[in-house]
């Protein structure tokens, strides 16, 4: 990946995009240890009209991505926690994804600040985020950016989740 990259705000007609980068890094990432089946079932098929509704209706939150030379190259989300110990202080970085190509060029850390700077903008104190237990690279990533475990975490992860999940925290 090669030129400047622009930050922006997400748009209905970046959904597309954001569903075939979410696909590609969940096969790219996950697939040493997540379950094959759920892998599968990761389809851009299935998660373009996630993003369609997310990024066409009130949900709350934000989606940024990151774009060079006009290709959307990574995207975040952040919001209120739905954890169901959080309280109105504590945000959320849901999503934090860099398509396979372009990691390791830095986008995901500068999307990562941006993230931490609209979670502290919209009002929260504190952030917590999700990770793959057996996840080294994005647990790695997290704690050398000041993420620390969150033992409280344990148990509240997606129910639909096969896998275990570890939850971090930080405050803003």
Do not use: K, N
Request: net charge negative; proline share 6%.
């Amino acid at each position: 990946m090669s030129g400047p990259v622009e930050l922006r705000r997400a748009v209905p007609a970046d959904a597309e995009a954001i569903a075939g980068i979410a696909v590609r890094t969940w096969h790219h990432a996950y697939g040493d240890f997540v379950d094959p089946r759920t892998l599968a079932e990761r389809t851009v098929e299935r998660e373009l009209p996630v993003w369609e509704h997310r990024l066409g209706s009130d949900a709350p939150g934000e989606t940024w991505v990151a774009a060079a030379a006009g290709r959307v190259v990574a995207y975040a989300s952040v919001g209120p926690s739905a954890d169901g110990d959080a309280t109105a202080a504590i945000g959320a970085l849901e999503r934090l994804y860099v398509d396979p190509p372009a990691q390791g060029a830095g986008v995901g850390g500068r999307l990562h600040r941006h993230a931490l700077e609209l979670l502290s903008a919209l009002g929260f104190a504190t952030a917590t985020l999700w990770s793959f237990a057996d996840d080294e690279q994005a647990r790695t990533f997290y704690e050398g950016r000041g993420w620390v475990l969150d033992p409280s975490g344990a148990g509240q992860e997606d129910p639909d989740w096969v896998e275990a999940a570890v939850r971090y925290r930080r405050d803003l």
